[in-house]
Nanobody, 118 residues
Framework: QLQLVESGGGLVQPGGSLTLSCTAS????????ITWFRQAPGKEREGVAC????????NYADSVKGRFNISRDNAKNLVYLQMSSLKPEDTAVYYC???????????WGQGTQVTVSS
């Protein structure tokens, strides 16, 4: 089974920057659509950034567009979420999700906490 591990979360002040990473146990990133989700207290899980399989077309939620950047390094089995101009509203547990285009199965990491506070 594919396993994912997120890292890079922490405490940051408003306006600050943070980069999250997601490490996959297998070298097969091109076979998956990759999405970063976040879950804030009292709110539904929200997709914030997505990169498609193979060609890597990216999409962002309106709430993070222009501030967040998703990327992947296929050779290193890594997915990144670069975050800047962080707001308190960005506080959440962030998860990476890999969706298989073949089996339609979803694989999730354990999540990493991001707290934006002054």
């Amino acid at each position: 089974q594919l396993q994912l591990v997120e890292s890079g979360g922490g405490l940051v002040q408003p306006g600050g920057s943070l980069t999250l990473s997601c490490t996959a146990s297998e070298r097969a990133l091109d076979d998956y659509t990759i999405t970063w989700f976040r879950q804030a207290p009292g709110k539904e899980r929200e997709g914030v950034a997505c990169i498609s399989n193979f060609v890597g077309i990216v999409n962002y939620a309106d709430s993070v567009k222009g501030r967040f950047n998703i990327s992947r390094d296929n050779a290193k089995n890594l997915v990144y979420l670069q975050m800047s101009s962080l707001k308190p509203e960005d506080t959440a547990v962030y998860y990476c999700n890999l969706h298989s285009v073949w089996s339609r199965l979803d694989y999730w990491g354990q999540g990493t906490q991001v707290t934006v506070s002054s």
